[in-house]
């Protein structure tokens, strides 16, 4: 995990206060006394990785100094030299994010400024106030340094329908992400935030098909080389039914690399019996995790664990908290040893992930459509070099999983003959089952696309509620029940455990700030309409 908060000073101002409160919650989560650094209008706490006894900082004999958080690989190397080296080639006019690889965020003094330098995707988050004051790794830790927070109805619901909040928002109004591709530097009265242009690719690519392969692979090949150089068979990655994870692996094989692999799910789960026939067939080790039924806890002890997964996933998660904590176990063990977990996600970047024709759409249809760190990880499919040119290609070569299919089978021919999710392997072209299964959401159109969620989730199974979504559950941890979002949530109505675990999750949140904590659903975009329900 690591992190780490800067706060703004000014000469004669006392900020022990703020500061106390943003260090208490790095401790809270476990973390050692932290590497402070002070300098004329900041002061900077640096924390190390979990299974590191020092941050990844080099500090130089004029008082410049760099520390990297989260996983920088620069020119092949990890840690504290790949800090050293990012540091030799920055300047303020540019940021040499082209030559880094990883979600991460450097930390620097140099030339008399101090600069907070993110990685180009945004992917490593980074908080800030409103007030522009202090900034950290932790949405907890520059909440809990402000006298007052704000949880507006937009960003309550934008959590609970969506597990994100849009933008650079967070639920909390006071609370701010750090823009893509931006730097925040220390100001004389506050921090600076310098929003660099982000290159957007506008027209699509008109090289040959195979020429494209060709350069999908050849991007492909450097990131994975570098992962090879960097931790050798200290990988971890998942392995299912579907595209991206195999598609992980067989780079990864395509390297010499031989990971460690795992897969989610009970017996006789599809992903389960898909990755062990695989693993099975290849003759690798395959860890099968039921994260359902790792860890069982009784309502009276579940109040611990929902604290601790409240801590570890910094407030708020996709997933909320209410639940038996394994996957918080889980993403410490990936990287035990001092390994890098590998993840597939954004991989839909070589699919048609939209299931739409190739044509021009409205924003409002694009969302019709779609809206129905404990040690090293890393997403390479989130990587700018990769998704900028896998934006380009046209999308009918990505129908049917097509393009990615065909991506495996250069990477890995053996791995693309085993079965998938979908009914077939990836060593040939999409059956015809398969587009047809397709076509019919190519062919639905998004104004009727967004009420299909309604109608799958219509009725309410209290039956299928995980059990720590369960009354009995969730009186423990929230006495009295759920108090505040029921004013703007019918909780009777939500049919969506997910969406159930959220509501729980902001419940929680709202208590952890009891006395400085606002609560603004009366917002004008929203009189006189009803409480939202799924």
């Known amino acids: ?107 620097m003094r140099k030339d008399g400024e101090t600069a907070i330098i993110p990685d180009g995707f945004g992917a490593y988050l980074i908080f800030y106030d409103a007030a522009q004051r202090i900034a950290s790794s932790s949405f907890l830790a520059v909440a809990s340094a402000l006298d007052r927070v704000t949880l507006g109805a937009q960003g309550a619901c934008e959590y609970v329908f969506n597990g994100v909040v849009s933008g650079d928002a967070t639920v909390f109004d006071e609370v701010l992400l750090a823009p893509v591709n931006a730097t925040i530097t220390v100001g004389e009265r506050r921090l600076e935030i310098r929003r660099d242009p982000l290159h957007t690719p506008r027209t699509v690519s ?69 990755a062990r026939d695989i693993a099975e067939g290849e003759g690798f080790a395959l860890e099968i995790v039921d994260k359902d039924r790792q860890l069982t806890f009784t309502p009276d002890e579940f109040g611990a664990v929902a604290y601790e997964n409240f801590l570890a996933s910094d407030g708020y998660t996709w997933s909320g908290i209410f639940t038996n904590g394994a996957e918080r176990d889980q993403r410490a063990s990936r990287v035990s040893g001092n390994a890098l977990a590998l993840n597939g996600g954004g991989g839909e970047i070589w699919r048609n992930f939209f299931y739409l024709p190739d044509r021009s759409y409205s924003p409002r249809e694009i969302l019709w459509s779609f809206y129905s760190t404990y040690g090293y990880v890393a997403l390479p499919f989130l990587e700018p070099r990769v998704t900028e040119h896998a934006s380009v290609i046209p999308i009918g070569w990505k129908n049917h999983g097509a393009y990615e299919a065909e991506l495996i089978r250069r990477a890995d021919p053996r791995l693309a003959a085993y079965p998938s999710g979908y009914g077939h392997d990836f060593s040939g072209p999409p059956p015809l ?57 019918r909780l009777d109505r939500i049919a969506d455990p997910a969406q159930t675990a959220r509501i729980l999750t902001l419940e929680y949140l709202i208590r952890q700030f009891d006395g400085r904590i606002h609560i603004d659903f009366d917002h004008k975009s929203l009189a006189g309409q009803r409480k939202c329900a799924a």
Request: charged residues 20%.
């Open 206 to 274: 008109t090289a040959p098909f195979e020429a494209t392969v060709e350069r999908s692979m050849q991007i492909l090949d450097q990131y994975f080389s570098t992962v090879v150089a960097s931790f050798g068979d200290r990988v971890t990655c998942a392995l299912s039914g579907g595209y991206d994870s195999r598609f992980i692996l067989a780079l990864l094989r395509r390297h010499g690399i031989n990971p460690r692999v795992y897969v989610y799910g009970p017996p006789g789960d599809k992903d389960v019996c898909l």
């Open 433 to 489: 089952l398969r587009r047809l299964v397709d076509y019919g959401t190519y062919l639905r159109p998004p104004w009727l696309r967004r009420f299909v969620y309604r109608v799958k989730n219509r009725v309410l199974r209290p039956s299928e509620l995980p059990d720590y979504l369960s009354s009995e559950y969730c009186d423990a941890v929230l006495p009295g029940g759920v108090r505040i979002m029921s004013d703007l949530f």
């Open 1 to 107: 995990m690591g992190g780490f908060v800067l706060l703004h000073t000014v000469a004669g101002e006392d900020r022990s206060t703020a500061e106390a409160a943003a260090l208490a919650v790095f401790a809270r989560m476990g973390m050692p006394a932290p590497r402070l650094l002070r300098g004329e209008n900041y002061l900077l706490a640096l924390y190390p990785k979990r299974q590191a006894s020092e941050p990844a900082l080099e500090q130089f004999p004029n008082g410049d100094f760099a520390c990297a958080c989260g996983t920088l690989i620069y020119d092949a190397v990890l840690g504290t030299p790949a800090a050293a080296g990012f540091y030799r080639d920055y300047s303020r006019r540019s940021a040499p994010r082209d030559r880094a690889i990883g979600h991460y965020a450097v930390i």
